[in-house]
Each structure stands twice: as structure tokens, then as C-alpha cells.
């Protein structure tokens, strides 16, 4: 059996150890890749040995997975792009110029980009959708938790859900969110969508989605238990990027085809 070979940006980070322990269990999977930023200590050590080279790794390998920064997603999605290999993209905090990058790339190769890489929360961002067109009248409020140590806010989950939320609603998101609240702002507008972040402890990624009516609430949550959960959904997505045509999909795509799940 010849097994898929897989690259990965972020390898000594969290999500990137738990990506290449998983994939090492996986018969399917090679790991013949693994790459760090040039600062790092420990460069040359591990199984495959730590490398800043990510030119080098994109050549012996089917698919680059890449948990890293914002601007080093960019660099290695260019690199991606003249070696013509697939990609899947977990970083958060990519702003609007960097999605930009993303889009034009997935013109010349397959890029697989989304927010959260958990097969769960993907589930979520449907059941929400499906709830606030039932429920348009009701108030919506996002709240997310996460650990002490993540770098942007809100995470990249809420702001997808938000964004599928306001998109069912048929509201303009540049007008209607509202990014946590302080002083004496007034009644709430009927229009907005509150987004808020919660930071502490070694909390991995909880998502609950509250919409509020007269007289109840409706409440949707997603508790990541441990990060091995988006670590497992992005081996899917690489799994299933394998092969594809030149194009920008997401774990929706993946969902169409549940055999690939």
C-alpha cells in the first residue's frame, strides 16, 4: 500500500506535535516532513528531524498542513503554490488581505481552509445556520473560551459563526456585530450579534451560540475535549484533499461526503 505523505508547518506547536503523533498511528499516513521556524532550539532533532527548509519539505511530500502564524501561513502557501502542492490551512487570524492571498492561491492549487478543523464544530456552524432562519426574530449572542495562551480574539470559530449566523439573517456583518460591551451603550439594537471571548486556564475551545426569545432561550455548544480532535480533522482533510482539483473547500465539502469522515 502506498501511503499518502504528509508535510507540517507548526511541528513542534500544539497542534502540530498532536497532528504528526496521530498521523504516525494512522498506516494510511507518512510523515516526511517537519518544520519550525529557524529559531528554534531544537532544529535537526525528532522523528522526522525538525527543519526551517519548508521549500525542501513541500518536495517529498503530497500535502503541507500548516498550523503556524498568520504571515508564516502566507509565506509557506506561496512556497505551496511553486512547488504546486495541496495545502490545509488551520491557522486563525488571518486578516482580510491574507484571505485575499488564499483565495488567488486556490486558483493554482488545492487549499483547504477553515477556521476550526473539528468535525463537530463544522456540524455546528449548519445547526446554527438552520436555527436563526427559524428563529429570526430572536437575539443572538456568540460566547467562546479558550486558553490563556491564544494569541487572537475573538477566536476564528466565533467569527465564522457569526458570520453564517448573520449571513442566514440576511444582515450585513460589517454593520450588525458587536464584540464584547462595556459602559452605559444603551438597549441592545435588535439587529446586532454579540461576539465575546472568554480567556483561561488550559481551557482547549468552547462555542456556545445563544438565541434569546420572549420567555426561553435556545442554546447551541461545542466542547472541544481535546485539541487530538482538530488534529484528527485536518488528517481528514488532507486525506481528502489528496488528488483534487485547484479550488478553496472546507470541512462543509468533506461533510457532503460522509464516507470520508
Not at 499518502?4 to 507518512?30: F, N, P, Y
Amino acid at each position: 500500500m502506498t501511503k499518502m505523505k504528509i508535510a507540517v508547518c507548526g511541528a513542534a506547536g500544539r497542534m502540530g506535535s498532536s497532528i504528526i503523533r496521530l498521523a504516525k498511528q494512522d498506516e494510511t499516513l507518512e510523515v516526511t516532513g517537519a518544520v519550525e521556524s529557524k529559531d528554534y532550539p531544537d532544529l535537526g532533532k525528532g522523528s522526522p528531524a525538525l527543519t526551517s527548509d519548508t521549500a525542501g519539505a513541500l518536495k517529498n511530500c503530497d500535502v503541507l498542513i500548516d498550523f503556524t502564524i498568520a504571515s508564516a501561513t502566507l509565506e509557506h502557501l506561496g512556497q505551496a503554490v511553486t512547488a504546486g502542492k495541496a495545502i490545509v490551512i488551520g491557522t486563525t487570524g488571518i486578516d482580510k488581505e491574507g484571505i485575499k492571498q488564499i483565495e488567488e492561491a486556490a486558483k493554482k492549487i488545492p487549499v483547504f481552509f477553515t477556521p476550526n478543523m473539528s468535525i463537530g464544530v463544522n456540524v455546528l456552524f449548519k445547526v446554527v445556520s438552520d436555527i436563526a432562519k427559524m428563529v429570526p426574530g430572536y437575539d443572538v449572542e456568540i460566547v467562546e473560551l479558550h486558553h490563556n495562551q491564544k494569541k487572537d480574539s475573538p477566536s476564528g470559530t466565533a467569527l465564522k459563526l457569526f458570520q453564517v449566523i448573520a449571513k442566514a439573517l440576511g444582515r450585513n456583518p460589517d454593520e450588525v456585530g458587536v464584540f464584547g460591551r462595556h459602559g452605559i451603550i444603551g438597549a441592545r439594537k435588535k439587529e446586532e450579534i454579540g461576539v465575546h471571548a472568554v480567556r483561561g486556564g488550559d481551557i482547549v475551545g468552547d462555542h456556545t451560540v445563544y438565541f434569546i426569545g420572549p420567555g426561553e432561550r435556545i442554546e447551541v455548544t461545542h466542547r472541544a475535549h481535546s485539541r487530538d480532535t482538530l488534529a484528527a480533522g485536518s488528517l481528514v482533510a488532507a486525506k481528502w484533499l489528496k488528488g483534487k482539483a485547484p479550488g478553496l473547500y472546507n470541512m462543509q465539502d468533506v461533510l457532503k461526503s460522509v464516507s470520508s469522515i
